[in-house]
């Protein structure tokens, strides 16, 4: 693994088999509009997104690529796989607004419970239970259930 300096003083990692190749381009950071992932983008023109020209050394040619572990910056090849947007927007984590901690989950204090929720090609799978971790717990499996290898694993903060 190699690290790849972008502006702001961050850096992208790559796989060794890829270093040389993309270190013919300066790199910088870019925010796309859902303000929260970083990821890498080259300056020259056209410019393009680091993680999309190792995928097409990889021989992806999906329209979205996902990064597994949701950070934009791991470009190693074992973290990048194609996606289409119902996968890649399964596998986003938690929203800014997220007040419990876990993805899809919250306390419903009409009825002292906590609600998980998940949607899945277009239906929503909701259900009250008694404790946060049992919430959290019946969120995971259905994730699991549903989206297969793009449910988030993500640990509650």
């Not at 999906?62 to 949701?70: E, V």
Request: hydrophobic fraction near 30%; glycine fraction near 6%.
């Amino acid at each position: 693994m190699k690290r790849i300096p972008l502006t702001k003083g961050k850096e992208a990692l790559v796989d060794n088999q890829d270093y040389k190749y993309l270190m013919q381009w300066k790199w910088h950071t870019c925010r796309p509009s859902d303000g929260k992932t970083l990821y890498a983008r080259r300056s020259s023109r056209p410019q393009v997104k680091m993680h999309r020209l190792i995928a097409q050394r990889m021989g992806i040619a999906a329209p979205l690529i996902d990064h597994q572990d949701q950070n934009g910056l791991n470009n190693q090849r074992r973290n990048l796989r194609p996606a289409t947007p119902s996968q890649s927007s399964s596998n986003r984590g938690k929203l800014r607004n997220n007040t419990s901690g876990a993805t899809g989950v919250h306390e419903r204090p009409d009825c002292q419970k906590w609600q998980a929720r998940i949607m899945h090609r277009g239906k929503c799978h909701t259900r009250l239970l008694d404790t946060f971790d049992r919430a959290v717990a019946w969120r995971h499996a259905k994730a699991e259930q549903c989206q297969g290898p793009y449910a988030p694993d993500e640990a509650i903060t």
